[in-house]
């Protein structure tokens, strides 16, 4: 009996040892596998990254290797365009649906190649590597070696003229910035993308005070703005409660609510309750409210570590109707999150102008609804994180129409915000941009695009 040949053997690296086995080469594969589930099945890459609950092949990897996996994917991620323009100037034709994991392979190399300091001769023997123990991939072995190869002795012909603003926006987000705030503001909020977002932390007293013990600057209302990365569990006051993580834009929109100290307030969609902590700190009796039992679960346990009291309500905001009217009402309305691309760079590649519509949908329901729930001259503020004018202004415009003589516009004022004047639009809304710099800062971090609106209930 004839034998056949064993295609899935792993193949010995000339030493004797597993490719497999290479430092370094387990890092590559799980970098390829996360940014294939990203790009392709439209996982969220928080969830893949998830140490507890994510991608198996990640959580079982060393520390240094899950920065390594969290650095590439990232970086593939911002630069997913420029790395996909640099292919087709490389490849003849496209590669074939069915070569498995060819792409995500090469687009991890390029990612470390070009914009991470990994020497070209490791992250094109690991790509080789990987290609040769992935069966699918296994054929193109030597088109990714050519390939890897070529960029690294052309590098500087094949990345001229790369339009990287453009090519790292899919087409449609190109579209809604460019007709919303036209082309130089859309090319700045791109540039913004490229760069990681500073730590933010909302201290629940003595900005000033934090920003010297924690090395940090004050920014906004009540936040510190730190530049070292490490784990935020180990920093000074995180066991005391002191302060918690949340972007200095985000933080904005509940200060809009002016003094709550005594009134009662309606946090909707609270969780896991950043705004919740701000108001609860500021003297007000919350009531958060969430659809979801998860992530309320973790707005306790915030609240709990922060050493604040609030009402949990677990509801669908559709179907909820309160006892009795608040006195003030904070809606964070679900929405694409287009405006935490800088946190999140996996938002272009998995959000679908659909959703932007499902999302409006609800937008616009909500807001008709919690007219109702707040007292007749009680303030309302809608705010979303996000870039996109359907969940924006135009949003709030719709909303005025069909309310007319129910609601009134309350402009917001740049003093109420820390003098960020650049984010109070003609209207009088709040419009942040990850372009817009927080404050004088050592270094240009930006800011979470956010879109804020308050309104008096007649
Ligand atoms: C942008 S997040 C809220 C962030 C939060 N306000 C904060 O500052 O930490 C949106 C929240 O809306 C919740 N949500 C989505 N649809 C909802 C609905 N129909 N009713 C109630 N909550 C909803 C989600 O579970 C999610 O926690």
Redesign the pocket.
Known sequence: MTRRPNNNRRPAATDGSQPADKPGFAARKVAADILGNVVHKKRPLDGELDTQSGHSGFRALAGNDRSLVRAIVGAGLRHRGEIAEILTRLLDRDIPEKTGRVLDILHVAIAQMLFLDVPDRAAVSLAVDHAGLDRRARPYKGLVNGVLRRLGRERSDLTEDLDAELLNTPDWLWTSWQEAYGEDLARKISTAHQKEAALDLSVKENPADWARRLDGVPVGVGTVRLFKKGAVEALEGFDDGAWWV?DVA?ALPAHLLGNVAGLKVA??????????AQLAAAGATVTA????KG?LKRLSENMQRLGLSVETVA????S?EPAVPFDAVLL????S?TGTIRRHPDVPWIKKPYDIEKLSE?QAE?LDRVIAWVKPGGLIVYC??SLEAAEGETQVSAFLARQTGKIEVVEINADEIGGLTECITAEGYLRCMPCYEAGETPETTGMDGFFAARFRRS
Do not use: F
């Open positions: 949340q985000a946090d909707l969609c609270a969780a896991p309750g950043g705004k919740t409210i969430d659809i979801s992530r509801s669908d905001l559709r909820y964070d309305a679900p929405c999150a609800i909500l979303t994180c």
